[in-house]
């Protein structure tokens, strides 16, 4: 697996809530048959080892003796600089969308300029929930038959693994001007998004309750489609910080 201290040079395959052992074998050896071995796991269904899992590897073990395990999506994404979410249903939450050859592309480029890149699989009942998607930055959506658009587990990672290794060759890097700083990494943005929430609850602003779900959902995919550096995070704490202060004093 990727270590984290070191530069990135693959994407990390994020597997969230797989449900049986047998399909994260299979997604393990779809991933290092186009040489990806960094893969985490969140909240696996029937717990992690699992004996299922290795039958369906095939040669790529090493990546499940390696596998990151992760009891929540934010602590598993907390060093990522950009979140590709895979899925093939709309969705009534605003991001951009990429096919698969384009999220690898656009993966490639960034971390061709040392951003931490993951990509979000979901449960193979039902795929990934909105509250997941809220927390991506993008979506992958695989162009199927729209009378049967389910991929399995494995199917989805190998397709996806497919269109990484032929962006390989593709990709001229880019970079930014950061002006002293660096990119937000998930967990920075997750804080974000908590502050904001616990301060616009208390002040009352999610109402009418019923509706107070869906406001904050949209709240946190409004965060996670905003390019934020670490300067535009610390910012935004110390608006609110002072709007508090402002707001106590009067």
């Known amino acids: 697996m990727t270590e984290t201290t070191q530069p990135p040079t693959i994407p990390a395959f994020v597997l ?3 449900q049986m052992g047998e399909n994260i074998g299979a997604a393990a050896r779809a991933m290092w048959n186009f040489g990806l071995d960094h893969m985490r796991l969140v909240a ?10 290795d039958a369906l590897a095939s040669g790529a073990g090493r990546l499940l003796d390696e596998a990151a395990l992760f009891g929540d999506l934010p602590s598993a994404l907390g060093d990522c600089d950009f979140v590709f979410a895979t899925t093939a249903r709309g969705r009534d939450l605003t991001k951009p969308v990429f096919s698969p050859e384009a999220a690898m592309k656009e993966a490639a480029t960034r971390i061709g300029s040392g951003q931490r890149v993951a990509v979000l699989f979901g449960p193979e009942r039902a795929g990934l929930e909105n509250d997941d998607i809220a927390r991506s930055n993008a979506i992958i959506s695989v162009p ?47 804080h974000l998004g908590a502050h904001f929430e616990d301060r616009l609850n208390e002040a009352g602003f ?24 670490r300067a535009d995070v610390q910012m935004l704490h110390g608006m609110m910080r002072q709007m508090v202060r402002w707001k106590e004093r009067d």
């Open 16 to 18: 969230v809530r797989p």
């Open 144 to 190: 199927v038959n729209p009378n049967f658009a389910s991929l399995n587990l494995a199917q989805c990672v190998l397709l996806t693994g497919y269109e990484w290794m032929r962006a390989q060759g593709d990709v001229t890097a880019q970079s930014v001007e950061m002006a002293g700083t660096d990119w937000a990494n998930n967990s920075e943005i997750e």
């Open 44 to 53: 696996p269904r029937d717990g992690w080892p699992n004996p299922a899992a």
């Open 206 to 229: 999610f109402f009418p309750e019923h509706k107070a779900t869906s406001m904050k959902l949209n709240l946190r995919n409004m965060w996670s489609r905003m390019p934020l550096t």
